[in-house]
């Protein structure tokens, strides 16, 4: 099921069919077309289909469908309530507090003097989260998540805070940096174990240090692996995860930044040399077949090729230093988000949106670039700072 008709993913030749998700879709709403998808399933009655929520939406949505959808699919056993307690980012903030896990620090103002004060006190820069951010408007100019640098911003983020459908917070910024973010994807099973699961590290993101991860690498983390575990099982979780930590480095703490009740867009990276990977666990685990032992294979990175341009072009000169004891990675050891011998249509497909977005922004950027180059009259005199050369500025402004 996509968002778009247009989207790459269609192009796939191991798609047999898609449905395009509804515009503004609701529990009912998703009730009735996945019911109407079953229909047309062979033997959906006798062997239901595995559902794979990508995002938060979707999976609060198919965790309050459960009941109605049961018989007709698979899912993990989750309830509204357990995947709200996670992906809501003010419950999550009071969730690590109650377990005391490190967490950055958050305050939820509520009137914008004192979401200015409690930036302040925080210290700026801040980041600003929506903590639904999936009941944010499409096309509505609002991010879920922000750097803001100024007690203003602050305000005028707040004041939008009706549009935006969930309660503003703001975190203590921990300082971005080289090998300090990291992610542990994994799967819960029926009884409660978790035998396919591991830790990666963000070597690159988009935008860089602080966004989605371009270039990721399967490297092992004691630590984070541990809190991940505890965590999972201190909440009774159920099903795919996809935790962010970031190392405070004057503390030595990593703080839980984020928690996906679904896999992560870099979960391939996890396949190991046997394909075993979380979404697979999964629906053996559902089918009722045996999970078999993850096999780590460290060093093994994944590129998403869109946002590791990006990210390349940002900071060309970084360097990835391999781990003491750690072997440089095999080219066999390498997968790309997109690019796939043996089905390239979605590849190019991608290429030729991003194509078209670069030259779309390109356009927009000229035009502004020629808009304030136009010469400005006042008085019949043209303004200084639309003159083009110095020798202009002369004849127009300076006695010779």
Same mark, same amino acid.
């Given at each position: #099921?996509?968002?778009?008709?247009?989207? @790459?993913?269609?192009?796939?030749?191991?798609?047999?069919?898609?449905?395009?998700?509804?515009? &503004?879709?609701?529990?009912? &709403?998703?009730?009735?077309?996945?019911?109407?998808?079953?229909?047309?399933?062979?033997?959906?009655?006798?062997?239901?289909?595995?559902?794979?929520?990508? +995002?938060?939406?979707?999976?609060?949505?198919?965790?309050?469908?459960?009941?109605?959808?049961?018989?007709?699919?698979?899912?993990?056993?989750?309830?509204?309530?357990?995947?709200? *307690?996670?992906? +809501?980012?003010?419950?999550?903030?009071?969730?690590?507090?109650?377990?005391?896990?490190?967490?950055? %620090?958050?305050?939820?103002?509520?009137?914008?003097?004192?979401?200015?004060? #409690?930036?302040?006190?925080?210290?700026? @820069?801040?980041?600003?989260?929506?903590?639904?951010?999936?009941?944010?408007?499409?096309?509505?100019?609002?991010?879920?998540?922000?750097?803001? =640098?100024?007690?203003?911003?602050?305000?005028?983020?707040?004041?939008?805070?009706?549009?935006?459908?969930?309660?503003?917070?703001?975190?203590?910024?921990?300082?971005? =940096?080289? +090998?300090?973010?990291?992610?542990?994807?994994?799967?819960? +099973?029926?009884?409660?174990?978790?035998?396919?699961?591991?830790?990666?590290?963000? /070597?690159?993101?988009?935008?860089?240090?602080?966004?989605? !991860?371009?270039?990721?690498?399967?490297?092992?983390?004691? $630590?984070?692996?541990?809190?991940?575990?505890?965590?999972?099982?201190?909440?009774?979780?159920?099903?795919?995860?996809?935790?962010?930590?970031?190392?405070? *480095?004057? !503390? =030595?703490?990593?703080?839980?930044?984020?928690?996906?009740?679904?896999?992560?867009?870099?979960?391939?990276?996890?396949?190991?040399?046997?394909?075993?990977?979380?979404?697979?666990? $999964?629906?053996?685990?559902?089918?009722?077949? /045996?999970?078999?032992?993850?096999?780590?294979?460290?060093?093994? %990175?994944?590129?998403?090729?869109?946002?590791?341009?990006?990210?390349?072009?940002?900071?060309?000169?970084? *360097?990835?230093? @391999?781990? @003491?004891?750690?072997?440089?990675?095999?080219?066999?050891?390498?997968?790309?988000?997109?690019?796939?011998?043996?089905?390239?249509?979605?590849?190019?497909? #991608?290429?030729?949106?991003?194509?078209?977005?670069?030259?779309?922004?390109?356009?927009?950027?000229?035009?502004?670039?020629?808009?304030? *180059?136009?010469?400005?009259?006042?008085?019949?005199?043209?303004?200084?700072?639309?003159?083009?050369?110095?020798?202009?500025? $002369?004849?127009?402004?300076?006695?010779?």
């Amino acid at each position: #099921m996509v968002e778009s008709p247009s989207s @790459p993913v269609v192009r796939s030749r191991y798609l047999q069919g898609t449905h395009v998700r509804p515009a &503004e879709p609701s529990p009912a &709403e998703l009730t009735r077309l996945l019911l109407r998808i079953a229909d047309r399933l062979p033997g959906s009655s006798a062997q239901p289909a595995l559902l794979v929520p990508l +995002d938060d939406i979707t999976a609060l949505f198919l965790a309050e469908c459960r009941p109605e959808l049961a018989g007709r699919y698979l899912l993990p056993d989750q309830s509204p309530e357990q995947l709200t *307690r996670v992906a +809501d980012k003010a419950q999550l903030a009071e969730t690590c507090r109650a377990l005391s896990l490190p967490h950055p %620090r958050t305050e939820l103002p509520t009137s914008a003097d004192e979401a200015a004060a #409690m930036a302040w006190s925080l210290g700026l @820069p801040v980041i600003a989260k929506w903590s639904r951010p999936w009941l944010l408007p499409v096309g509505g100019g609002l991010r879920s998540t922000t750097i803001v =640098g100024s007690l203003g911003e602050v305000r005028e983020l707040y004041a939008r805070s009706p549009q935006a459908g969930s309660r503003l917070l703001l975190q203590e910024l921990l300082p971005a =940096g080289r +090998d300090l973010d990291w992610f542990f994807h994994g799967y819960v +099973d029926s009884t409660g174990g978790c035998s396919t699961g591991a830790t990666g590290r963000k /070597e690159r993101s988009w935008p860089d240090g602080a966004g989605l !991860t371009a270039v990721g690498r399967w490297t092992a983390n004691p $630590m984070v692996d541990t809190m991940a575990r505890e965590l999972l099982g201190a909440l009774g979780y159920r099903g795919v995860c996809d935790l962010d930590f970031r190392l405070d *480095r004057s !503390t =030595g703490a990593y703080h839980l930044l984020d928690f996906n009740p679904r896999p992560g867009a870099q979960f391939r990276l996890f396949a190991d040399r046997d394909g075993l990977d979380v979404v697979r666990a $999964m629906h053996l685990d559902l089918t009722g077949r /045996e999970v078999p032992a993850h096999s780590p294979s460290y060093g093994r %990175r994944i590129v998403v090729e869109n946002y590791a341009a990006l990210s390349f072009l940002a900071s060309p000169r970084r *360097r990835y230093t @391999p781990e @003491p004891g750690v072997a440089r990675p095999l080219a066999e050891r390498f997968e790309a988000a997109w690019f796939a011998v043996d089905d390239l249509a979605p590849a190019f497909a #991608m290429l030729r949106a991003w194509l078209s977005h670069a030259l779309r922004k390109g356009l927009l950027a000229l035009r502004r670039a020629l808009r304030s *180059r136009t010469p400005r009259r006042v008085a019949g005199v043209t303004s200084p700072r639309s003159a083009g050369t110095r020798s202009d500025q $002369m004849t127009q402004h300076e006695p010779l």
